[in-house]
């Protein structure tokens, strides 16, 4: 059998969207599952949007998501190069088949407007029928196009669609899917300045890059047809095509910017890790027997299959993306979550937040706090204070615990009492703090919430965090004695 040969071809008009993402990661997969190629294509015909900041953001998430190419761009192999589609117009690539379907009869120029073909798609819709271009140039005589060139006037040039009958696509997830020829357009393969149309150069590009699948999203199954018939006009074997089902937002519309952030490296920024973005996508239009969530990438590349992709719609989900997040935080080490936290402070340029900070120290307070992170932006607000000289008491937490009617009768001899009796303590493992506290609490008669609560906010500021005894441990004696004996100044001593 030959090698399985797939391919991602972005268009560099934005950013990289879940919804690319999505069908790179397929490709990704399903290359490495058949141990095929994958290949990364830049289908930068469009002049007006295309931009190279855009190829950068779009290389850069592949990167980031380790979504690694086989050929592309930097990875270049001579029989297929390049890799970018206005580089390849500048080889002539395309112009060659263009010239073959014009002396074929299979194309035309085309001399009409914009304007005009706008009033002819209107005039169409008015009438009840499909808008599309009317072929008015299809029957022009030679003479009549010589007529056209000496008037100066430029022409796109259309393929001739076959006019009756239809065209059908076997897709690998939809089934057979039947188009009415006469519902289509002769559309434009080539700009009047030279530039192919993406269904043209599409076309071109994965028969000479030896496509064996086309997998992407189903808004390009309307394309289809009018690519299966530049194939068919041309003589070339198809790759098999496979249309991912659609991602739609909470209310049901296919997933935009309206939804909240759709750009990947958004969710980068936002301290998701690129396992829980795969992860998540790869649960969107495809699942195993078992409705397993949560797989590993090489689990993933073993499991993945056409056959299990779906063709009904699946709704994105950031509550569950989030809970995936926390799991793979969850799976990692407290170090490599650390390193991890490292680089996305380098990434969102906010190196900042920890100066200063003991890094020894932080690396046991993300520890600490390990089964709480969900979003790697989240861990300074869950460690700051145990890195503050002056630390910041929340109101309620103080009001709460420290000075309401019922607490300020054992708060008040509980930080007093607890600053000396630490004083002497030579032990201060979280296991003999806590025992600490519990006999403290017997012999004074109090609840021993009534001894831990007080302590908690003493030394954090807050009424939420880290085990109390652990959390003493890590700080060491002279910290917490300090801070309790500043906190009773501050609020007993006034
Ligand atoms: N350049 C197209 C896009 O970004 C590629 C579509 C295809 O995969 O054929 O949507």
Redesign the pocket.
């Known amino acids: 059998m030959d090698t399985i040969r797939v ?5 560099p008009t934005g950013d990289l969207h879940i919804g ?1 993402v999505r ?1 790179a990661l397929f490709n990704y997969l399903y290359s490495k599952n058949k141990n095929g190629k994958f290949i990364l294509r830049i ?1 930068d015909t469009d002049e007006v949007r295309s931009t190279k900041e855009s190829v950068e953001v779009i290389l850069s998430a592949m990167k980031w998501l380790k979504l690694s190419w086989d050929e592309g761009p930097g990875n270049e192999i001579r029989e297929y190069a390049p890799y970018y589609q206005m580089e390849r117009k500048e080889k002539h690539i395309y112009k060659k088949y263009l010239d073959e379907l014009l002396n074929k009869d299979l194309a035309y120029p085309c001399y009409c407007t914009t304007e005009e073909v706008d009033a002819m798609r209107k005039e169409a819709q008015k009438n009840k029928f499909p808008p599309k271009y009317d072929g008015r140039c299809r029957h022009l005589s030679v003479e009549q196009r010589k007529q056209k060139e000496v008037e100066g006037k430029t022409a796109v040039i259309r393929f001739k669609m076959p006019q009756g009958g239809s065209t059908v696509l076997d897709d690998l997830i939809r089934g057979i899917v039947e188009f009415d020829n006469s519902l289509l357009d002769d559309f434009v393969i080539m700009k009047a300045n030279g530039v192919p149309t ?1 269904n043209f150069a ?1 076309v071109v590009d ?1 028969y000479l890059m030896k496509i064996t699948h ?1 997998l ?2 189903d ?2 199954i309307s ?1 289809t047809p009018k690519q299966i018939q530049i194939y068919t006009a041309l003589g070339w074997n198809m790759p098999r095509f496979a249309h991912l089902s659609m991602i739609l937002g909470p209310d049901g519309a296919r997933l935009s910017k309206r939804h909240g952030h759709t750009s990947v490296l958004e969710y980068r920024k936002e301290g998701y890790l690129q396992e829980a973005l795969i992860n998540y996508l790869v649960l969107l239009g495809w699942s195993t027997q078992d409705s397993q969530q949560i797989f590993t990438i090489e689990e993933l590349i073993e499991k993945f299959s056409l056959e299990r992709c779906g063709v009904s719609p699946s709704t994105f989900d950031t509550a569950k993306l989030l809970w995936l997040n926390g799991e793979k935080i969850r799976a990692k080490t407290p170090l490599e979550v650390y390193d991890l936290f490292v680089d996305w402070l380098k990434y969102t340029n906010n190196e900042s937040l920890i100066s200063g900070w003991d890094k020894d120290l932080l690396k046991q307070a993300i520890a600490l706090e390990h089964d709480k992170i969900r979003l790697l932006k989240e861990i300074p607000s869950l460690v700051d204070f145990f890195f503050v000289k002056e630390v910041d008491y929340k109101e309620d937490a103080v009001m709460k615990t420290l000075l309401s009617e019922e607490s300020k009768v054992f708060a008040e001899m509980v930080l007093v009492e607890s600053a000396n009796r630490l004083l002497e303590k030579e032990d201060f493992s979280a296991s003999s703090l806590e025992q600490y506290a519990r006999d403290f609490a017997e012999e004074k008669k109090i609840k021993t919430g009534q001894v831990f609560h007080p302590l908690r906010v003493a030394i954090s500021g807050r009424t939420q965090g880290p085990s109390l005894f652990h959390m003493m441990e890590l700080m060491g004696k002279d910290e917490v004695i300090r801070r309790i004996n500043v906190a009773i100044n501050k609020f007993f001593r006034k």
């Open positions: 391919r991602f071809a972005p268009s690319g069908t289908e993406y599409c994965d086309v992407r999203g808004d390009h394309n």
